[in-house]
């Protein structure tokens, strides 16, 4: 079986989509790697910690990240309140 499901003679476009398939595999890997260490160098700025050394860090808060209930990181959701909310709260308030 071929991947284009043409049959023989089409070797060129059997390569040609495999090269795609893995390009866009690559691609999109590289893209979650990318915003993931962006949000985490943010998160940990905001928080006043010191930036991400390896990739390993990022890898390890893309995978907690993953199985966390909460999108919160460390006392984040303290650090980081809406400004809507406190005008909200000081409206409420007087």
Same mark, same amino acid.
């Given at each position: ?26 691609? =999109?890997?590289? %893209?979650?790697? $990318? ?6 160098? *943010?998160?940990?700025? +905001?928080? !006043? ?24 990181? =460390?006392?984040? %959701?303290?650090? $980081? ?6 005008? *909200?709260?000081?409206? +409420?308030? !007087?």
């Amino acid at each position: 079986a071929f991947l284009s499901g043409i049959g023989s003679g089409y070797l060129k476009l059997d390569i040609f989509l495999v090269y795609m398939v893995s390009t866009f595999a690559v691609t =999109g890997t590289g %893209a979650v790697i $990318l915003a993931a260490a962006e949000e985490l160098l *943010a998160r940990r700025s +905001a928080l !006043g910690e010191p930036p991400p050394e390896s990739l390993l860090e990022v890898a390890s808060y893309i995978w907690s990240s993953c199985r966390a209930s909460s999108l919160s990181v =460390g006392g984040e %959701a303290e650090a $980081l309140s809406y400004e809507g909310s406190e005008v *909200a709260a000081a409206a +409420a308030s !007087g």
